[in-house]
Nanobody, 117 residues
Framework: QVQLVESGGGLVQPGGSLRLSCAAS????????MAWYRQAPGKERELVAR????????IYSDSVKGRFTISRDSGKNTVYLQMNSLKPEDTAVYYC??????????WGQGTQVTVSS
């Protein structure tokens, strides 16, 4: 019953920006830690950023720190990932889920982010 629907990806040039959204349903959104993950071609899925249930604590991977911002809107049951100063190595399919990811039994389809000139 848990549903996670990612959107906002696309093709951008290096240095550009994108804002990803994750619409959540089927659970009490405000009670759960949430996170963004990504998986590049031929690579393992990796944690990008996570946010506490209250939104007060935000943790980022070293590769995106200072460039990405995770946030959440409890009224909209939505998690966001603002991505600035994008680099080609950010190219991946981006997913949202709980933290830890085993919190929920499924993943959404993700949204493709391609950074290329």
């Amino acid at each position: 019953q848990v549903q996670l629907v990612e959107s906002g990806g696309g093709l951008v040039q290096p240095g550009g920006s994108l804002r990803l959204s994750c619409a959540a349903s089927g659970f009490t959104f405000s009670s759960y830690r949430m996170a963004w993950y990504r998986q590049a071609p031929g690579k393992e899925r990796e944690l990008v950023a996570r946010i506490s249930s209250s939104g007060a604590l935000k943790i980022y991977s070293d590769s995106v720190k200072g460039r990405f911002t995770i946030s959440r809107d409890s009224g909209k049951n939505t998690v966001y990932l603002q991505m600035n100063s994008l680099k080609p190595e950010d190219t991946a399919v981006y997913y949202c889920n709980g933290w830890p990811p085993e919190t929920f039994g499924s993943w959404g389809q993700g949204t493709q982010v391609t950074v290329s000139s």
